[in-house]
T-cell receptor, first 114, second 114 residues
Framework: GENVEQHPSTLSVQEGDSAVIKCTYS??????FPWYKQELGKGPQLIID?????GEKKDQRIAVTLNKTAKHFSLHITETQPEDSAVYFC?????????????FGKGTHLIIQP | DSGVTQTPKHLITATGQRVTLRCSPR?????VYWYQQSLDQGLQFLIQ???????AKGNILERFSAQQFPDLHSELNLSSLELGDSALYFC?????????????FGPGTRLLVL
């Protein structure tokens, strides 16, 4: 099955600076890579996703890049704001093998310092 | 608000008991997924249903079972509960249940087994 590694586990940045979270995956057949934001007491909320036929995707201050050769993908948040503080999860979707759910990384606790 | 609803929000029960968690998918979504989130295991895929039929199975214990009803709501049944089953249980839904589709998560049910 798929295995997703996520780094760092905690990231503290100054408000206005950029934040980068990195993930690697193990199965080259994975074809869908979403990023979720989870605030305390809430369910994960999709913030951006990328499919394997695309190398980069941007949505306002958030961007995701995918390197299929190296099997890694990254989340970039620019001009960070206090409301960006949350836990962020990367995930990969493994097509087949009897388990078609998402495989998640362990999460990154992003702290925005005022 | 993702459009996925889950009840109850909180559940406190004793070891050995049985509980049922309920999920209603977003309007128009045919597929439902169940995930367990714990501090040590992170977010783990349990099981997926599509239009009433089981489609994929992940790390679901034999003591756990689920079903999806004709109106597309789903229930996750947890029996012979153990202390280690204490966790957040999330339901997610997607349109057709394909691996490349966006999954929308509900707010979760927090289960505490005493």
């Amino acid at each position: 099955g798929e295995n997703v590694e996520q780094h760092p586990s905690t990231l503290s940045v100054q408000e206005g600076d950029s934040a980068v979270i990195k993930c690697t995956y193990s199965d080259s057949a994975s074809n869908y890579f979403p990023w979720y934001k989870q605030e305390l007491g809430k369910g994960p909320q999709l913030i951006i996703d990328i499919r394997s036929n695309v190398g980069e995707k941007k949505d306002q201050r958030i961007a995701v890049t995918l390197n299929k050769t190296a099997k890694h993908f990254s989340l970039h948040i620019t001009e960070t704001q206090p409301e960006d503080s949350a836990v962020y999860f990367c995930a990969a979707s493994y097509p087949g093998g009897g388990a078609d759910g998402l495989t998640f990384g362990k999460g990154t606790h992003l702290i925005i310092q005022p | 608000d993702s459009g996925v609803t889950q009840t109850p929000k909180h559940l406190i029960t004793a070891t050995g008991q049985r509980v049922t968690l309920r999920c209603s998918p977003r309007s128009g979504d045919l597929s439902v997924y169940w995930y367990q989130q714990s501090l040590d295991q992170g977010l783990q895929f349990l099981i997926q249903y599509y239009n009433g039929e089981e489609r994929a199975k992940g790390n679901i214990l034999e003591r756990f079972s689920a079903q999806q009803f004709p109106d597309l709501h789903s229930e996750l049944n947890l029996s012979s509960l153990e202390l280690g089953d204490s966790a957040l249980y999330f339901c997610a839904s997607s349109v057709q249940g394909q691996t490349w589709e966006t999954q929308y998560f509900g707010p979760g049910t927090r289960l505490l087994v005493l």
